[in-house]
């Protein structure tokens, strides 16, 4: 089986600048699918959702496929306007991070998102009757849990796993950010700008827990599955990247150098270990706690 490489949605707010020049060099990296679009908070403008149309035509001419993501805590009118027009745009696919979105996508193909909680084959039906083609596995699930689920009928939809970044853990109505400089969540002041990777948490032992993202809150290690590629063959058609601030273009080319055979997964994991921003995890995947990093013999 090949395994193709998709670059997930920015988690992070970063300028329009930033984004501009980030989506010029995508179009040149090994990627198969890219997913557009504000997962995380509406306030954040930077882009708006012309802007994400105007990145995905100039993508998909690039030979991309693109999907454009959807908003995963809808939290007002404007936010349904937004995922209303996402979910009518009429030319891109679309990546469905609440079942809201599922239900303006029925009868259309589309993504199920990583923030729909797909645990068990009667979610996996009901989503393929509602026209998802493909899933994203959550993101603490196991290679047991979904060999398991995976021997049951998936109606033929694609698997696709969250295997490099900070792990996508939880959203809340309240901004973490925010209360962290003791602002409202109305009046941020945008302070989400400062942090083009997230908040790092840590405990009083000073150890890195987690990272604040605006309403999100991600893992602080690393989630990097790239040494264990040669585990996935049968149960995982696409292996998601989440791009970040830096080396998202060499993590990209060190994903696919592995898949075409230029590397092993394990020389490839060697040499992506140095451009890790913090310590690397890969728990989940092994069944162990999530912060841990399993090293096989």
């Given amino acids: 089986m090949i395994m193709k490489l998709s670059l ?18 995508v179009a040149s990296w090994p990627v198969d699918i890219v997913y557009l679009g504000e997962t995380v908070c509406s306030r954040r403008h930077t882009f708006r959702t012309d802007n994400w149309l105007h990145v995905a035509e100039m993508l998909a001419a690039a030979g991309k496929e693109v ?13 349904l ?51 998802a083609t493909r899933w994203v596995i959550p993101v603490e699930m196991s290679r047991q849990m979904l060999a398991d689920l995976l021997e049951q009928d998936t109606h033929g939809m694609e698997s696709e796993i ?22 409202p969540k109305d009046d941020c002041q945008f302070r989400c700008l400062e942090a083009p990777y997230g908040l790092t948490l840590k405990t009083r032992e ?5 990272a604040l993202n605006g309403t999100q809150t991600q893992s602080a290690s690393v989630y990097n599955l790239l040494a264990e590629l040669e585990s996935m063959p049968g149960l995982v058609n696409v292996l998601r990247i989440s791009p970040q601030p830096q080396h998202t273009g060499d993590v990209a080319a060190l994903f696919h150098a592995a898949l075409n055979g ?19 995890c890969n728990g989940y995947w092994h069944g162990r706690p999530g912060l841990e990093q399993v090293v096989m013999p």
């Avoid at 295997?163 to 925010?178: D, I, K």
């Avoid at 230029?262 to 913090?278: G, N």
């Fill in 8 to 25: 997930g949605p920015i988690l992070y707010y970063w300028t329009r600048e930033t984004l501009l020049d980030f989506y010029d060099q």
């Fill in 67 to 79: 999907v454009l993501s959807t908003q995963a805590l809808i939290e007002s009118e404007s936010d």
């Fill in 81 to 131: 306007k937004t995922l209303r027009r996402l979910c009518g745009n009429g030319k891109f696919s679309v990546e469905a991070n609440d079942m809201g979105a599922v239900r303006l996508l029925s009868g259309s193909p589309f993504v199920a998102g990583p923030h729909i909680n797909t645990y068990n084959p009667y979610t996996l039906e009901i989503l393929a009757e509602a026209g």
């Fill in 162 to 183: 969250f295997a490099y970044g900070r792990l996508p853990l939880a959203f809340s109505a309240r901004c973490f950010t925010a209360r962290r400089y003791n602002l």
């Fill in 206 to 210: 000073g150890q890195p827990f987690l």
């Fill in 262 to 280: 230029a590397a092993t997964p394990a020389q490839a994991a060697r040499e992506l270990a140095p451009l890790l921003p913090e310590a690397a």
